[in-house]
């Protein structure tokens, strides 16, 4: 499969928007969530338009949109580096690499420290991030689990680029 990543442009936001609608609904039996009067979940994407330190990326399966991801400042056990904030593949393009490709796309083009994190429910994304996360850091990451706030789960924490 041929996939091309790059941070997004103003012209992908609108398919953004869509592809978070895709995810949400897939995500919405452990991220309980409720559809606006407009009939969409919603997901305000401003502050990643503005990019300032919030991102948003997109993937390609030759010229059709395969998935997205969202980089936001680390937010669970610091606040300098980045955090990803949503990661989504596409389902007919998965378990074909696509996945690795955004990941490591995304990971080179913010170095620095880095947290990654996963609910509780979503076995097939910790698979899935401990498996890039090994590769990315040659094993040199460590993981908590985050069981009290507004956000829980488990954390994988890093530095790429060779900052401290
Ligand atoms: C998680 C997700 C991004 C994986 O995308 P993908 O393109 O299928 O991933 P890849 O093909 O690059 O997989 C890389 C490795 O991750 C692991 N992995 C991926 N999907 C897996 C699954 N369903 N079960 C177990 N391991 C899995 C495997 O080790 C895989 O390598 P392999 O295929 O050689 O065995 C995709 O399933 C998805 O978008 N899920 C719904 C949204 C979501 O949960 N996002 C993450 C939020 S933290």
Redesign the pocket.
Known sequence: MAVTCRQAQPNDFPALGQMLEL?QY??SDIWQQDLGADGRYGYDLARHREGTRFYAHVAFEADHYA?FALVAPAAITRTDGSW?E????LKR?????????LAFHVLNSHPGPWEV??MPD?A??R???R??IAEATAGTFTEMHVTEGSWQGTVQRFHLGGLA
């Not at 393009?93 to 490709?101: C, D, N, P, T, V």
């Open positions: 995810y897939e995500l998935g990803m949503q990661f989504f593949i393009y998965r378990r074909a690499g696509a996945g690795r490709a994190g996963e979503n097939t994304a698979a899935f991030w498996k890039v």
